[in-house]
């Protein structure tokens, strides 16, 4: 009980990091971090709101790494659902003030960035199933054997080139972006001495039924 509870801590705690860092980010008022370029073009050319545009960018990624073969587990399923949930509710509340100057917004980069790492640290060692991004990074990673800081700095600078076709705002700091989330994730999994690609994550059968072996005894 205290292994799964201390998972589901993981997940969701690694879902909120992710989501801050998101909006962080966004607040570093220097330009867009990759894949928010392309959420909030797709935001602003469909008019839903950056955390509804998440979740659809999350599915469809969803559908791509499923075909690839990855596991599709509870962890997915939150981070595609809970990450846009988070942060519009984080930019509801209005808890991050926007940078008003070139070093504060890219201080406000760097440390979005490195909670985006560190949260994905979080909910991929919950093994309940990578979140749509990261689970994409592994693909890409067990593909082409590239280091997976590598494998992450080829998908931001896709997601950037799609978000700026979109109306996406590019910046100073989407270079800065590209260039440090791939380092990070790396010096995160390095600190902690963990290789993503190694993980055995369960899918939502498996997952159901650990519930329910639980629930049962």
Avoid at 38 to 63: D, R
Wanted: hydrophobic share 55%.
């Amino acid at each position: 009980m205290k292994t799964l509870a201390k998972r589901l801590f993981n997940l969701v705690i690694g879902t909120f990091l992710f989501a801050l860092g998101v909006v962080v980010s966004i607040m570093a008022n220097i330009g867009y971090a990759p894949w928010e370029v392309f959420h909030v073009g797709l935001a602003l050319t469909t008019g839903i709101s950056l955390g509804v545009a998440t979740i659809i960018v999350g599915g469809i990624i969803v559908l791509i790494v499923t075909l690839c073969g990855e596991k599709i587990g509870l962890g997915t399923i939150f981070n595609m659902i809970l990450t846009g949930v988070f942060i519009d509710l984080v930019l509801a509340l209005d808890l991050i003030p926007k940078a008003t100057n070139l070093p504060v917004g890219v201080a406000m980069l760097l440390a979005g960035q490195f909670a985006l790492a560190l949260g994905s640290y979080f909910y991929i060692k919950s093994a309940f199933g990578a979140g749509p991004r990261d689970n994409l990074m592994v693909v890409v990673n067990r593909k082409t054997k590239l280091p997976v800081g590598v494998c992450r700095s080829l998908i931001e600078l896709s997601a950037t080139i799609g978000g700026w076709l979109l109306g996406g705002m590019v910046g100073i700091g989407t270079i800065i972006s590209v260039v440090v989330i791939g380092f990070f994730i790396q010096l995160v999994f390095a600190m902690f001495k963990f290789d993503a690609a190694a993980v055995e994550h369960e899918t939502l059968t498996e997952t159901y039924r650990a519930f329910k072996a639980l629930v049962n005894r």
